[in-house]
């Protein structure tokens, strides 16, 4: 019932956060240069065809009065029609939430496969050979740019090797999971490299805890010391972190998205702001608020699970 009711209070703590986030977006979209009419029907287009044009989309009214009618709209989940693919945004990012998604969730799958193991080696290793290498290797990751690392990946295993597809999905699930390998490992190796340097950092503090040492003169095998005191205790501030990672990979996308030819809300935004549609350059970044609230949820509740020691107040 605890965690019940502090589900509960965050989510109703979101909704202004959330109303805040919203008036943010509509006003920096409807200030972006450019013309919506104009970049739909083309610089030729007749004035009264231009006038009807934004009388039909309400162009013409007040920037709060569009405002109000969005609102009105979001309401019933209506989030508006698409002006480039003549189709409703809903229905649009419903379409290429899955990529996104999937995308997100893989790379995430690979950073914390990397970066909790390697980072645990460090720590246990500290100043020996694994310990420097393992660091080195992090901190390359740090300094290697994104873009550089899908194209250096797309050249040796999808252009030379010919292991994965170097653009699109495929249509079947196996097409989909070999499409995702790349673009996932591209988007994973700097957060796991970042996760890899505050797991070290977080292992050697916790070696040398108290605790620790009174659970190994209790003779506890060490499995056990390692899993469910040093592992456990230094998971508690990498949440946050990689939160934060995750979080900066749902960005990422954009880039990655556009790379290797994914279909997804990343590339669908860039898309949008190229031609001016309001409408989905809105929904798609309110998706992206909706996912960061939600993650940021789960993360204080893995908080309480990890730490019976936090409270959920």
């Not at 007749?46 to 009065?65: F, Q």
């Not at 290498?133 to 090797?161: D, H, N």
């Not at 954009?254 to 790379?259: D, L």
């Given at each position: 019932?605890?965690?019940?009711?502090?589900?509960?209070?965050?989510?109703?703590?979101?909704?202004?956060?959330?109303?805040?986030?919203?008036?943010?977006?509509?006003?920096?979209?409807?200030?972006?240069?450019?013309?919506?009419?104009?970049?739909?029907?083309?610089?030729?287009?007749?004035?009264?065809?231009?006038?009807?044009?934004?009388?039909?989309?309400g162009l013409d009214k007040p920037l709060i009065v569009q405002?109000?009618?969005?609102?009105?709209?979001?309401?019933?989940?209506?989030?508006?029609?698409?002006?480039?693919?003549?189709?409703?945004?809903?229905?649009?990012?419903?379409?290429?939430?899955?990529?996104?998604?999937?995308?997100?969730?893989?790379?995430?799958?690979?950073?914390?496969?990397?970066?909790?193991?390697?980072?645990?080696?460090?720590?246990?290793?500290?100043?020996?050979?694994?310990?420097?290498?393992?660091?080195?290797?992090?901190?390359?990751?740090?300094?290697?740019p994104t873009f550089w690392v899908g194209l250096m990946l797309?050249?040796?295993?999808?252009?030379?090797?010919?292991?994965?597809?170097?653009?699109?999905?495929?249509?079947?699930?196996?097409?989909?999971?070999?499409?995702?390998?790349?673009?996932?490992?591209?988007?994973?190796?700097?957060?796991?490299?970042?996760?890899?340097?505050?797991?070290?950092?977080?292992?050697?503090?916790?070696?040398?805890?108290?605790?620790?040492?009174?659970?190994?003169?209790?003779?506890?095998?060490?499995?056990?010391?390692?899993?469910?005191?040093?592992?456990r205790n230094a998971m508690i501030p990498t949440v946050t972190?990689?939160?934060?990672?995750?979080?900066?990979?749902?960005?990422?996308?954009?880039?990655?998205?556009?790379?290797?030819?994914?279909?997804?809300?990343?590339?669908?935004?860039?898309?949008?702001?190229?031609?001016?549609?309001?409408?989905?350059?809105?929904?798609?970044?309110?998706?992206?608020?909706?996912?960061?609230?939600?993650?940021?949820?789960?993360?204080?509740?893995?908080?309480?699970?990890?730490?019976?020691?936090?409270?959920?107040?």
């Amino acid at each position: 019932m605890e965690k019940l009711n502090y589900i509960l209070k965050r989510i109703l703590q979101m909704i202004p956060v959330f109303l805040i986030a919203l008036i943010l977006v509509f006003a920096l979209v409807h200030l972006l240069p450019g013309d919506t009419a104009l970049a739909v029907l083309g610089a030729k287009a007749k004035p009264e065809v231009i006038a009807a044009y934004r009388a039909k989309m309400g162009l013409d009214k007040p920037l709060i009065v569009q405002f109000w009618y969005y609102v009105k709209s979001l309401l019933r989940l209506d989030l508006g029609t698409s002006t480039q693919y003549n189709m409703p945004v809903l229905d649009l990012l419903l379409s290429r939430f899955q990529v996104t998604a999937l995308l997100t969730l893989m790379a995430t799958f690979f950073t914390v496969l990397i970066g909790l193991p390697l980072g645990y080696l460090a720590g246990a290793k500290k100043d020996r050979a694994a310990d420097q290498g393992i660091r080195a290797l992090a901190l390359l990751g740090l300094s290697l740019p994104t873009f550089w690392v899908g194209l250096m990946l797309m050249l040796i295993f999808g252009v030379r090797l010919r292991w994965f597809s170097i653009s699109g999905w495929g249509k079947t699930w196996q097409d989909h999971f070999r499409g995702l390998i790349l673009p996932a490992v591209t988007q994973a190796l700097f957060a796991a490299s970042v996760i890899i340097r505050n797991v070290r950092n977080n292992v050697v503090d916790v070696r040398s805890a108290d605790y620790v040492d009174y659970a190994r003169s209790k003779g506890l095998p060490p499995g056990r010391i390692a899993s469910m005191h040093i592992l456990r205790n230094a998971m508690i501030p990498t949440v946050t972190l990689l939160s934060i990672r995750i979080i900066s990979m749902l960005g990422g996308t954009v880039v990655v998205e556009n790379i290797y030819s994914l279909q997804g809300m990343g590339a669908l935004l860039v898309g949008a702001v190229e031609h001016r549609d309001y409408a989905v350059v809105q929904g798609t970044v309110l998706v992206f608020i909706l996912l960061v609230l939600f993650i940021n949820l789960v993360t204080d509740i893995i908080y309480s699970i990890l730490d019976p020691r936090i409270t959920l107040d």
